[in-house]
C-alpha cells in the first residue's frame, strides 16, 4: 500500500485502518502462496471488518509462471503451499462479506483437495454474496478427477450462526441439495444464477424447488445449462399445491431448456411482476420454441410489466413471435440473435398502417397496431460474420413515420452495418458492440485501424477486465504486491 510508505505517521494511521485491508480483488493463489507472509499480514490487519475477497484457483505448480517464482519448485511442494495460501482465505470466513473464489480448468485435478477445505470453513454469519465457479464442470463428467465434484454433506457455511445470503452463484459447484438448505440461509436472497450444473452438481426437482420455496425476496432467478429433467410428465403438475410464489421476481433468464421443459417451469414459477426475460432453448426445432412462447402470450401467463426481451439461439417462427411483439406491449429493449433462419424476423418490427386507415390515423390506433410500440433500444447480435440486415433501415423508417422510433440501435460487430448516414436519419444513438470472445476482439481491432469503421461510436460489451496493473519495482513489501492484491478502500 503506497499510502502506508509516506512517512511514520501516515503508516500507523493505514496499518489501523482496517477497511484499507479489507478489501482483495483479483487475487491468484499462486500469488498468495509465493507471499504468504505479506497475505497473513493483510488478512490481520482488516480485523474484524467485513472482507470481499475474488480468489482464482489455476496452475497448481507455481514454477509455471516466470514472473512468480523463477525456481523450479516441486510439484508436491508447490501443492502444499497453495493448499496453505487457501486454508489462510478460508479461516477468515468467520467475517467473509462477498467471496467469490473460481477454479480454472488447470485446477480441476486438485479439486479433491481444495473442495473439502472450503467446505469446511468456520461458519460466516457476514456473509452475504457468495460465488463458487468451477470452470467446464460439463466437460469432465466422465474423468476420474470429476468424482471430487460430490456435493458434500454438511451444510456449507451452516451451523448455529448461518449467514444470510443476499447473492448466491454456483457455476458447477456441488454444495449438497439435501434438506440442510435452511430457511435462514436464503429468507433474503435476492439473486441466484445456477449454471452448468451436471451429473452429482445437480438438484433434483424437489431440490430446486424447496430452494426457491424458501427465497421469496428472489429478485433475479438464472438457470443456466442445468441438467434436469428433460421429459415433462417427470414434472410436477401445476396444481396449486405445486405453484412457487416470487412476486418480487424481475428478472428471469434461461438457458439450455428445451421449450416444453421451460414452459413447465414458467408454469410452476408464475411471474407476474417480470421486469426482464432472456430466454435461450436449447433444441433447434421451432416447433418446440413455439411451445414456450405460445405459453407466455397466453393470458394467464402475459408479462404486463416486462421492459427488456432478449432472445439468443434459434427462437420461434415468426407467426408465433408476431404474436410476442403484439402481445408484449410494455417492452422498451429488445435484444436478437440473428441468423439466416430467422433474418425475417426484423420485419416483424416494420409498421405497415392498414390499408383502410393509411390516412388521418391518430396515435393511439397506431399504438394498436405496431409491434412493441414502446421500443426503445434494439441490440441485435449474430453469431456468423459478415451478416447483412438490408431491410434494417426501412424498418426504422417505418417506426419513426408512425412516431415510435427507436433511439438507440445497437449492433453486434459480425453484422455488416447498412449505410450509416441513412440510418442516423431514424436513429438517435448507433453504437457497435463488440463480443466476449478474445478472437473476436482483435479481428474488431484490425477492421477498426483499416479505418473501414470510421466515424461510428464503438463499445466494448462483456469484456474480461481483470488485467492485472503493472508492478512498480518498489521495494517495500506491500508496496511490491498491491497489485496483485489491490487492497482498496471501500
Same mark, same amino acid.
Given at each position: 500500500?503506497?499510502?502506508?510508505?509516506?512517512?511514520?505517521?501516515w503508516?500507523q494511521?493505514?496499518l489501523?485502518?482496517t477497511?484499507?485491508?479489507?478489501?482483495i480483488?483479483?487475487?491468484?493463489?499462486?500469488h498468495?502462496a509465493?507471499?504468504?507472509d505479506v497475505?497473513?499480514?493483510?488478512?490481520e490487519?482488516?480485523?474484524?471488518?467485513?472482507?470481499?475477497i475474488?480468489?482464482?484457483?489455476?496452475?497448481?505448480?507455481?514454477?509455471?509462471?516466470p514472473?512468480?517464482?523463477?525456481?523450479?519448485?516441486?510439484?508436491?511442494?508447490?501443492?502444499r503451499l497453495a493448499?496453505?495460501?487457501?486454508?489462510?482465505?478460508?479461516?477468515h470466513?468467520?467475517?467473509?462479506?462477498?467471496?467469490?473464489?473460481?477454479?480454472?480448468?488447470?485446477?480441476l485435478?486438485?479439486?479433491a483437495?481444495f473442495?473439502?477445505?472450503?467446505?469446511?470453513a468456520?461458519p460466516a454469519?457476514?456473509?452475504?454474496r457468495?460465488?463458487?465457479?468451477i470452470?467446464?464442470a460439463a466437460?469432465h463428467?466422465?474423468e476420474?478427477?470429476?468424482?471430487?465434484l460430490?456435493?458434500?454433506?454438511i451444510?456449507?457455511?451452516?451451523g448455529?450462526?448461518?449467514p444470510q445470503?443476499?447473492?448466491?452463484?454456483?457455476?458447477g459447484a456441488p454444495?449438497?441439495?439435501?434438506?440442510?438448505?435452511?430457511?435462514?440461509?436464503l429468507?433474503?436472497l435476492?439473486?441466484?444464477?445456477?449454471?452448468?450444473l451436471?451429473?452429482?452438481c445437480?438438484?433434483t426437482?424437489d431440490q430446486?424447488?424447496?430452494?426457491?420455496r424458501?427465497?421469496?425476496?428472489l429478485?433475479?432467478?438464472?438457470?443456466?445449462?442445468?441438467e434436469l429433467?428433460? @421429459?415433462a410428465?417427470?414434472?410436477?403438475? $401445476?396444481l396449486? *399445491?405445486?405453484?412457487?410464489e416470487l412476486?418480487? #421476481?424481475?428478472? %428471469?433468464e /434461461?438457458?439450455?431448456?428445451s421449450?416444453t421443459i421451460?414452459?413447465?417451469?414458467?408454469?410452476l414459477v408464475p411471474t407476474?411482476?417480470?421486469a426482464?426475460?432472456?430466454?435461450?432453448?436449447d433444441e433447434f426445432?421451432?416447433?418446440d420454441?413455439?411451445?414456450f412462447?405460445e405459453?407466455?402470450v397466453?393470458?394467464?401467463?402475459?408479462?404486463p410489466?416486462?421492459e427488456?426481451l432478449c432472445?439468443e439461439?434459434f427462437?420461434?417462427g415468426?407467426? @408465433?413471435?408476431?404474436?410476442?411483439?403484439h $402481445?408484449?406491449? *410494455?417492452?422498451?429493449?429488445l435484444?436478437?440473435? #440473428?441468423?439466416? %433462419?430467422n /433474418?425475417?424476423v426484423l420485419?416483424?418490427?416494420r409498421y405497415d398502417?392498414?390499408?383502410a386507415?393509411?390516412?388521418?390515423?391518430d396515435?393511439?390506433?397506431?399504438l394498436?397496431?405496431?409491434?412493441?410500440?414502446?421500443?426503445?433500444?434494439l441490440?441485435l447480435?449474430?453469431?456468423?460474420?459478415g451478416f447483412e440486415?438490408?431491410?434494417?433501415?426501412?424498418v426504422?423508417?417505418s417506426r419513426?413515420a408512425?412516431?415510435c422510433?427507436?433511439?438507440s440501435?445497437q449492433l453486434?460487430?459480425y453484422i455488416?452495418?447498412?449505410?450509416?448516414?441513412?440510418?442516423?436519419?431514424?436513429v438517435k444513438?448507433?453504437?457497435?458492440?463488440?463480443?466476449s470472445d478474445d478472437?473476436?476482439?482483435?479481428?474488431?481491432e484490425?477492421?477498426d485501424?483499416?479505418?473501414?469503421?470510421d466515424g461510428?461510436?464503438?463499445?466494448?460489451?462483456?469484456?474480461?477486465?481483470d488485467?492485472?496493473?503493472?508492478?512498480?519495482g518498489s521495494?517495500?513489501?506491500?508496496?511490491?504486491l498491491?497489485?496483485?492484491?489491490?487492497?482498496?478502500?471501500?
Open positions: 500500500m503506497l499510502v502506508s510508505s509516506v512517512c511514520k505517521h503508516r494511521v493505514a489501523a485502518t477497511t484499507l485491508w479489507s478489501t480483488a483479483a487475487l491468484e493463489l499462486a498468495a509465493i507471499h504468504f497475505m497473513r499480514d493483510m488478512l490487519r482488516s480485523k474484524g471488518a467485513p472482507l470481499t475474488s480468489l482464482t484457483v489455476d496452475a497448481v505448480r507455481l514454477s509455471e509462471d514472473d512468480v517464482d523463477p525456481t523450479d519448485l516441486p510439484a508436491e511442494q508447490s501443492l493448499l496453505a495460501a487457501f486454508e489462510l482465505v478460508v479461516s470466513a468467520w467475517h467473509w462479506y462477498d467471496f467469490e473464489v473460481e477454479f480454472t480448468d488447470e485446477a485435478e486438485h479439486l483437495h473442495l473439502p477445505r472450503l467446505y469446511a468456520p454469519p457476514l456473509l452475504e457468495l460465488g463458487i465457479f470452470d467446464d466437460l463428467e466422465d476420474p478427477e470429476n468424482q471430487t460430490v456435493a458434500p454433506e451444510p456449507l457455511f451452516g448455529v450462526r448461518p445470503f443476499k447473492v448466491l452463484t454456483l457455476w454444495i449438497g441439495w439435501g434438506p440442510y438448505v435452511q430457511e435462514a440461509l429468507s433474503e435476492g439473486c441466484l444464477e445456477l449454471g452448468l451436471y451429473g452429482p445437480t438438484p426437482l430446486l424447488f424447496s430452494v426457491l424458501a427465497s421469496p425476496s429478485l433475479r432467478f438464472e438457470l443456466n445449462n442445468c429433467p428433460k @421429459v410428465s417427470d414434472w410436477p403438475l $401445476a396449486e *399445491a405445486n405453484i412457487i412476486p418480487k #421476481l424481475k428478472d %428471469l /434461461i438457458r439450455g431448456l421449450g421451460a414452459k413447465k417451469l414458467v408454469e407476474p411482476n417480470l426482464v426475460l432472456t430466454v435461450e432453448l426445432d421451432f416447433d420454441h413455439a411451445v412462447f405459453h407466455i397466453s393470458p394467464r401467463v402475459l408479462f410489466a416486462l427488456r432472445i439461439g427462437g420461434p415468426t407467426d @408465433v413471435l408476431k404474436r410476442v411483439f $402481445a408484449q406491449t *410494455a417492452v422498451e429493449e435484444v436478437f440473435e #440473428l441468423t439466416p %433462419l /433474418i425475417a420485419e416483424l418490427l398502417p392498414p390499408p386507415t393509411q390516412d388521418g390515423q396515435h393511439d390506433t397506431v394498436s397496431n405496431i409491434p412493441l410500440p414502446k421500443l426503445q433500444t441490440r447480435r449474430s453469431p456468423e460474420k440486415v438490408p431491410n434494417l433501415v426501412d426504422l423508417r419513426q408512425a412516431l422510433p427507436v433511439r440501435l453486434h460487430q455488416v452495418p447498412p449505410d450509416h448516414e441513412e440510418m442516423e436519419k431514424y444513438d448507433i453504437d457497435y458492440f463488440i463480443g478472437d473476436d476482439d482483435e479481428e474488431w484490425e477492421e485501424e483499416e479505418g473501414s469503421l461510428i461510436e464503438i463499445f466494448e460489451d462483456d469484456l474480461d477486465d488485467e492485472e496493473d503493472e508492478d512498480d521495494d517495500d513489501e506491500l508496496d511490491l498491491s497489485s496483485q492484491f489491490q487492497a482498496t478502500t471501500l
